[in-house]
Nanobody, 122 residues
Framework: QVQLGESGGGLVQAGGSLRLSCAASGRTFSSYAMGWFRQPPGKEREFVAT??????IYADSVKGRFTISRDNAKNTVYLQMSGLKPEDTAVYYC?????????????????WGQGTQVTVSS
């Protein structure tokens, strides 16, 4: 079992930055693929980024602006967001899955945090 908890969300002006954190429980954290997803108001949950060991992939909409990273010693995964836009407004979730391949669909992830709200004002 893995339990996840996000923090770091808030209100920021367009062009600003935020860093989200996701703390995970469990001794197998380092072997899990970790992902960030977001759910804009009235829309479905969508892929943002994922990290396996030190390899990463990103959604096209955030590439070059967001960076996912992990600190296995702290059982924490981060999402550094810069150049924020109003369309980045969403509830952001971290997720974990014990798989070895790349996964970008929410249904592929077994464990989820409760989410943290990010609001970008124009």
């Amino acid at each position: 079992q893995v339990q996840l908890g996000e923090s770091g969300g808030g209100l920021v002006q367009a062009g600003g930055s935020l860093r989200l954190s996701c703390a995970a429980s469990g001794r197998t954290f380092s072997s899990y693929a970790m992902g960030w997803f977001r759910q804009p108001p009235g829309k479905e949950r969508e892929f943002v980024a994922t990290i396996r060991w030190s390899s990463t992939i990103y959604a096209d909409s955030v590439k070059g602006r967001f960076t996912i990273s992990r600190d296995n010693a702290k059982n924490t995964v981060y999402l550094q967001m810069s150049g924020l836009k109003p369309e980045d407004t969403a509830v952001y979730y971290c997720a974990a899955g014990p798989f070895t391949g790349w996964r970008t669909q929410p249904g592929d992830y077994a464990y989820w945090g409760q989410g943290t709200q990010v609001t970008v004002s124009s």
